[in-house]
């Protein structure tokens, strides 16, 4: 019978939660903001990951690595003044931040591709 109990409050936890979460439930524009940016901080999160890796796998062709710092860089400013144009030509709508974040998202994720594919050691 204790075990039952437990049973019920872990179950009952568990869904608690997962109506916590704006990505499960996004029941108005907060919580799909919300759960735009958690999404866009994880490809974000990857990225940088998945840079520092191919940073690291250059380490000793110096020439290679500092143009990909230097592409890196420019990477970064299309990807802000794509993103802002997203952001500019939906100015009035509600979804205005939720299309924003999902650009960032977007080019995070293939630009990660993009140097996992180039500079990465393929296995």
Not at 8 to 28: G, I, K, M, W, Y
């Amino acid at each position: 019978m204790r075990w039952c109990g437990v049973a019920l409050v872990l179950v009952a936890a568990t869904a608690s939660a997962a109506e916590d979460d704006p990505c499960v439930t996004q029941r108005n524009t907060i919580e799909m903001n919300e759960c735009a940016r958690r999404q866009m901080q994880s490809a974000e999160d990857g990225l940088n990951a998945t840079y520092r890796a191919a940073m690291a796998a250059l380490d000793k062709q110096g020439d290679i690595k500092k143009q990909l710092i230097q592409a890196q860089r420019h990477w970064i400013k299309f990807r802000d003044t794509n993103c802002n144009a997203v952001l500019a030509k939906n100015a009035d709508g509600s979804l205005r931040t939720v299309l924003y974040l999902g650009c960032m998202k977007q080019l995070a994720e293939e630009r990660t591709q993009q140097l996992r594919l180039w500079f990465l050691p393929q296995h």
